[in-house]
C-alpha cells in the first residue's frame, strides 16, 4: 500500500478542516513520514491582502498567485520525500468563489491549473450548513448560512464531477464527532490508489 504524498483537506467554515489536518499531520508522523502542513493562502502578504479585499475575482488572482509561489517549495517537498497535508487548496477555490458566481473553468484559466502541483487526495468535509454555521465563531466574512449553503453545492458538484479532474476526490460525513470523522478519513488513506 503506498500512501498519497499530497493529501489536502477542504470543506465549508466550521466542517473542521484545521483540526483534521492536525490530526492527520500527527498520525503520518507517527508511521514514520516526514510530513509538511501548510495552508493556503500559505504567503503571509497574500493572506493580507485576501483579508482586505471582497471582489471574488481579485481572490481568485490573489490564491492563484500564491498557489505559483509556492509551487518551487512543493517540488524541494516532495522531491526530498516529504509527505504534504494542506488546508485548502485549487479545489476549495472552486468552491468559495464558484458560489460567488465565477465560472470554474474562469478559475482554472486563472490558475493555469493543468501545470500546477496539484493533490493526489482531496477530501470534502461535508456538513450541513445549519450545524456549520453553529459551530462557526461568526466573525469571519463567509460564515453565513446561505452562502455556507452555497459553498457545499459546489462541494458536492466538485466530487460529482470528479473524473474532471487528475486529484481523486472523496466525501466524508463531518457530522459525527471528530475521532469517528478522522477514521474515516485515515481510512481513504489506507484504500489502494487507482491506476
Request: overall charge negative; some cysteine; aromatic content about 10%.
Amino acid at each position: 500500500m503506498v500512501l498519497p504524498r499530497y493529501i489536502s483537506i477542504g470543506g465549508i467554515d466550521g466542517s473542521g478542516k484545521s483540526t483534521v489536518q492536525r490530526m492527520l499531520a500527527s498520525h503520518l508522523t507517527a508511521l514514520g513520514k516526514k510530513v509538511v502542513a501548510f495552508s493556503e493562502p500559505y504567503h503571509p502578504f497574500v493572506k493580507e491582502l485576501v483579508e482586505r479585499e471582497e471582489d471574488p475575482w481579485t481572490h481568485v488572482l490573489l490564491f492563484a498567485l500564491d498557489r505559483w509561489l509556492l509551487k518551487p517549495r512543493l517540488d524541494r517537498w516532495i522531491s526530498s520525500g516529504m509527505t504534504l497535508v494542506s488546508s485548502r487548496s485549487i479545489y476549495c477555490s472552486l468552491a468559495y468563489q464558484g458560489a460567488q458566481g465565477i465560472e470554474w473553468e474562469r478559475i482554472l484559466q486563472a490558475n493555469d491549473w493543468k501545470r500546477l502541483i496539484l493533490p493526489e487526495l482531496f477530501i470534502v468535509l461535508d456538513l450541513p450548513p445549519e450545524t456549520a454555521y453553529a459551530r462557526c465563531s461568526r466573525s469571519e466574512r463567509f460564515e453565513d448560512e446561505e452562502f455556507l449553503r452555497l459553498v457545499r453545492r459546489q462541494y458536492l458538484k466538485l466530487y460529482e464531477n470528479s473524473a474532471l479532474f487528475p486529484t481523486r476526490i472523496e466525501v466524508v460525513d463531518a457530522e459525527p464527532p471528530i475521532d469517528q470523522v478522522f477514521s474515516r478519513v485515515v481510512s481513504l488513506l489506507e484504500r489502494p490508489q487507482e491506476p
